[in-house]
């Protein structure tokens, strides 16, 4: 580990690792907190919370950007998610579009399915808001996409 | 396939760790690793205490189809993190987080891990801060062993865990901990830089 003290030339020398500079294909923005997340994040390590699940939400700003659409992998993160809490998190941020409310069986051939889950899980993101436990009210900012979940001392 | 060092740049984040020898041997392991990872088919990647962001965005500009994510405990460097993401056109998901302990169960199926290991005070272990990136307390392993019990309930079932540890960590003790867990070891790189011996050891079921 180097404490700000060993020269940089050294570095380079002892890793094996190319150092090539990337090139950016396309201009990519700050990526943000997507409901990816929020469906994965649970408030249970606080101290008297017993479930901490699903996390409530206030929007201040949301944002919308296109990525590239790859049914084959939505289709193998369904299964990992909690469906209604996805749903009830597009609708709290005015994202439902016409998403059903039960997940249909044979979503893997279904296109149109497919491509909308893929909008509200990695296009629509919340830049700015907060997560709320849902069972002491405890609120996490959320500032230029990144939760801040940090707790105190006393609440863990 | 050939894992390229992400580009960084931490003119503006001061207070995070600069990619060095660990991170680049980190680098190394996972390069060596890479065919593994390709065939586990990961879905959910994350990496904790990723400070600039260069391991978990070099991960995600050679892995496609998998969602990363990034905690560390410093927001400055979930910042940074962030940046290096936008900076190599990769989407990682920065969170500002103390190890995993908000997220749900077996969500991951790659937990990569360089963390503080330097052996100090254990009083260093205050703020969130630059400091965070090498005080490690006794052994240099508090942080470390706040994490290794919660492994099992992390990880998915097929999940790999790579961590890096210090000669002064005791790897035998953290190697011996994890097989009572269940989990099976294999040291994937180990180097004596700059008066540091270091090993990246690999956990998996
Ligand atoms: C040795 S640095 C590694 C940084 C980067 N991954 C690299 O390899 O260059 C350790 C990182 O872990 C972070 N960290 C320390 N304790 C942590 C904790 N309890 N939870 C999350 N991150 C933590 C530090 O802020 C720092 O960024």
Same mark, same amino acid.
């Given at each position: 580990m180097r404490l700000g003290l060993t020269p940089a030339f050294l570095v380079k020398i002892v890793s094996?690792? @190319?150092?090539?500079?990337?090139?950016?294909?396309?201009?990519?923005? =700050?990526?943000?907190?997507?409901?990816?997340?929020?469906?994965?994040?649970?408030?249970?390590?606080?101290?008297?919370?017993?479930?901490?699940?699903? =996390?409530?939400?206030?929007? @201040? #700003?949301?944002?919308?950007?296109?990525?590239?659409?790859?049914?084959?992998?939505?289709?193998?993160?369904?299964?990992?998610?909690?469906?209604?809490?996805?749903?009830?998190?597009?609708?709290?941020?005015?994202?439902?579009?016409?998403?059903?409310k039960e997940l249909s069986q044979e979503y893997e051939n279904d296109n149109d399915f497919l491509k909308k889950v893929h909008h509200v899980l990695l296009e629509v993101d919340i830049v700015n808001g907060e997560l709320v436990c849902p069972e002491t009210?405890?609120?996490?900012?959320?500032?230029?996409?990144?939760?801040?979940?940090?707790?105190?001392? #006393?609440e863990v | 396939m050939h894992l390229q060092t992400a580009e960084y740049d931490l003119s503006s984040h001061a207070d995070v760790y600069e990619p $060095?020898?660990? $991170?680049?041997? /980190?680098?190394? &392991?996972?390069?060596?690793?890479?065919? +593994?990872?390709?065939?586990? %088919?990961?879905? +959910?990647?994350?990496? *904790? !205490? $990723?400070? $600039? !962001?260069?391991? *978990?965005t070099s991960l995600a500009k050679a892995l496609k189809n998998a969602n990363f994510f990034a905690v560390d405990i410093n927001m400055s460097a979930c910042k940074a993190t962030q940046m290096t993401g936008e900076l190599n056109a990769t989407a990682i998901q920065p969170l500002c987080m103390d190890l995993l302990g908000q997220? %749900?169960?077996?969500?991951?199926?790659?937990?990569? /891990?360089?963390?503080?290991?330097?052996?100090?005070?254990?009083?260093?272990?205050?703020?969130? !801060? *630059? +400091?965070? &990136?090498? &005080?490690?307390? %006794?052994?240099?392993?508090?942080?470390?062993?706040?994490?290794?019990?919660? *492994?099992?309930?992390?990880?998915?079932?097929?999940?790999?865990?790579?961590?890096?540890?210090?000669k002064e960590n005791k790897p035998k003790e953290v190697i011996d901990f994890m097989f009572t867990l269940g989990f099976a070891h294999k040291i994937i790189k180990e180097r004596k830089l700059l008066g540091e011996y270091l090993y990246i050891v690999k956990f998996n079921k």
């Open positions: 094996s690792v @190319v150092l090539i500079p990337a090139r950016s294909v396309h201009k990519s923005e =700050l990526v943000k907190m997507k409901l990816l997340t929020h469906n994965m994040l649970t408030s249970k390590s606080m101290k008297g919370v017993t479930v901490g699940y699903p =996390l409530g939400i206030n929007v @201040v #700003d949301i944002k919308v950007t296109e990525v590239d659409f790859n049914p084959e992998f939505i289709s193998r993160i369904i299964p990992k998610l909690d469906w209604s809490v996805l749903w009830k998190a597009a609708d709290t941020i005015g994202q439902l579009d016409d998403l059903p009210g405890r609120k996490f900012p959320i500032n230029n996409g990144i939760p801040n979940m940090l707790l105190n001392e #006393d | $060095s020898e660990d $991170s680049f041997l /980190f680098l190394d &392991a996972l390069e060596e690793e890479f065919g +593994n990872l390709v065939d586990l %088919k990961p879905l +959910n990647i994350v990496e *904790i !205490g $990723s400070g $600039s !962001g260069v391991i *978990i997220f %749900k169960e077996n969500m991951f199926d790659v937990i990569v /891990f360089n963390p503080p290991y330097v052996v100090t005070d254990s009083e260093e272990l205050c703020g969130n !801060g *630059i +400091n965070r &990136a090498w &005080a490690g307390g %006794k052994d240099g392993r508090e942080i470390i062993d706040k994490l290794l019990p919660k *492994i099992p309930n992390i990880l998915s079932c097929k999940g790999i865990f790579y961590l890096l540890l210090l």
